[in-house]
């Protein structure tokens, strides 16, 4: 494929991208009021590549929002249940023997994760044991049972709910899963005048159906075009600095991180920060990354790769506030 081949090929998926968005929101009204930011949020992972965790109390759409993407982008979908009792096995698949003309041979059968979307429905609602199982397939599209690998389809992402912590039978992500998610993004509950809408519809009889709108090779186009996004370097170096002033005890790391967090975010912060800009600026219908991409994606990009110390559970210091005050702190790129 010649220069001038490759760019009318990326011009048309940026034009894809451009005019999906919109698409997208108007597929989605049908099923889903409200939680326009909410689902730019995870359209923007989607588009990137990455995997997306919402978190949110229990009722507020959150699957039937993961279900309905998962339609409108024609992809396998599988929602495994979360549980205490939910084994690793039960996830990735598991060897039985079986009789063939050769006599009794081990064969690996594909558990649910061999899919494009999986929706991992609260996920912490089962033991971090369990929650190990998704690591390898969330980081290298694969599967390992009996020293063999299985490749995961593509595109593959993996949807997690999960119901805040401080809720019965509930168990903390462990920091190593935490990472593996691009976005953290929370769902609150609606206002009054959306939530009226919601109940009328659905105490009527009926509803529309979702439209197909694209499929997995447009989605892995998507995926190529996002990584071609430019972006400035000062853009880029900015990214580092957020992610950098929120590791406590660091040269350049602000008094109040070295006072309120335990522990910051990893080098994935800055690469998903700046890959979810890439995404947004083509969300946005430019072809390059501003300033405004990167500090609107910082909170969910952040508050699920920071944690806490004591002192500032002590005075009631959220990890939203930290956020803000190292967005404050840090020095803006005149770009």
């Given at each position: 494929?010649?220069?001038?081949?490759?760019?009318?090929?990326?011009?048309?998926?940026?034009?894809?991208?451009?005019?999906?968005?919109?698409?997208?929101?108007?597929?989605?009204?049908?099923?889903?009021?409200?939680?326009?930011?909410?689902?730019?949020?995870?359209?923007?992972?989607?588009?990137?590549?990455?995997?997306?965790?919402?978190?949110?109390?229990?009722?507020?759409?959150?699957?039937?929002?993961?279900?309905?993407?998962?339609?409108?982008?024609?992809?396998?979908?599988?929602?495994?249940?979360?549980?205490?009792?939910?084994?690793?096995?039960?996830?990735?698949?598991t060897e039985i023997l079986e009789d063939t003309l050769e006599g009794r041979k081990l064969q690996f059968v594909h558990g649910p994760i061999f899919a494009n979307v999986i929706l991992a429905d609260e996920i912490n609602r089962t033991p971090p044991k369990t929650?190990?199982?998704?690591?390898?397939?969330?980081?290298?599209?694969?599967?390992?049972?009996?020293?063999?690998?299985?490749?995961?389809?593509?595109?593959?992402?993996?949807?997690?709910?999960?119901?805040?912590?401080?809720?019965?039978?509930?168990?903390?992500?462990?920091?190593?899963?935490?990472?593996?998610?691009?976005?953290?993004?929370?769902?609150?509950?609606?206002?009054?005048a959306d939530e009226v809408e919601v109940v009328q519809r659905t105490t009527s009889s009926g509803g529309e159906k979702i439209g197909k709108l694209f499929t997995a090779e447009d989605v892995l186009k998507f995926h190529s075009t996002v990584r071609k996004v430019?972006?400035?370097?000062?853009?880029?170096?900015?990214?580092?600095?957020?992610?950098?002033?929120?590791?406590?005890?660091?040269?350049?790391?602000?008094?109040?991180?070295?006072?309120?967090?335990?522990?910051?975010?990893?080098?994935?912060?800055?690469?998903?920060?700046?890959?979810?800009?890439?995404?947004?600026?083509?969300?946005?219908?430019?072809?390059?990354?501003?300033?405004?991409?990167?500090?609107?994606?910082?909170?969910?990009?952040?508050?699920?790769?920071?944690?806490?110390?004591?002192?500032?559970?002590?005075?009631?210091?959220?990890?939203?506030?930290?956020?803000?005050?190292?967005?404050?702190?840090?020095?803006?790129?005149?770009?």
């Amino acid at each position: 494929m010649t220069n001038s081949e490759t760019f009318e090929a990326d011009r048309q998926a940026v034009e894809l991208i451009r005019e999906g968005r919109d698409r997208i929101h108007a597929e989605l009204d049908k099923v889903i009021v409200g939680q326009k930011e909410v689902i730019n949020q995870l359209l923007i992972s989607l588009f990137a590549g990455g995997n997306c965790l919402l978190t949110g109390a229990p009722g507020l759409a959150k699957t039937l929002l993961v279900r309905s993407i998962a339609e409108i982008f024609d992809l396998q979908f599988n929602r495994i249940q979360f549980t205490p009792d939910l084994m690793p096995a039960d996830i990735t698949g598991t060897e039985i023997l079986e009789d063939t003309l050769e006599g009794r041979k081990l064969q690996f059968v594909h558990g649910p994760i061999f899919a494009n979307v999986i929706l991992a429905d609260e996920i912490n609602r089962t033991p971090p044991k369990t929650q190990a199982a998704l690591l390898e397939a969330m980081q290298e599209h694969q599967v390992t049972a009996a020293g063999k690998r299985y490749k995961l389809p593509e595109p593959f992402f993996v949807l997690a709910t999960q119901n805040p912590i401080e809720m019965e039978g509930t168990y903390p992500l462990p920091e190593a899963q935490l990472d593996r998610f691009m976005f953290n993004v929370h769902m609150d509950y609606l206002p009054i005048a959306d939530e009226v809408e919601v109940v009328q519809r659905t105490t009527s009889s009926g509803g529309e159906k979702i439209g197909k709108l694209f499929t997995a090779e447009d989605v892995l186009k998507f995926h190529s075009t996002v990584r071609k996004v430019p972006v400035a370097k000062e853009l880029v170096q900015y990214a580092v600095e957020l992610v950098d002033a929120s590791r406590p005890n660091r040269e350049s790391t602000p008094g109040f991180v070295n006072d309120w967090v335990n522990w910051g975010a990893g080098i994935r912060g800055a690469q998903n920060l700046v890959l979810g800009a890439k995404a947004r600026a083509l969300f946005e219908g430019r072809s390059h990354v501003n300033l405004d991409d990167i500090q609107s994606l910082v909170l969910p990009t952040l508050r699920h790769r920071i944690l806490p110390g004591y002192r500032a559970q002590a005075e009631n210091i959220s990890v939203e506030m930290i956020i803000d005050r190292i967005v404050e702190s840090v020095s803006r790129p005149n770009v």
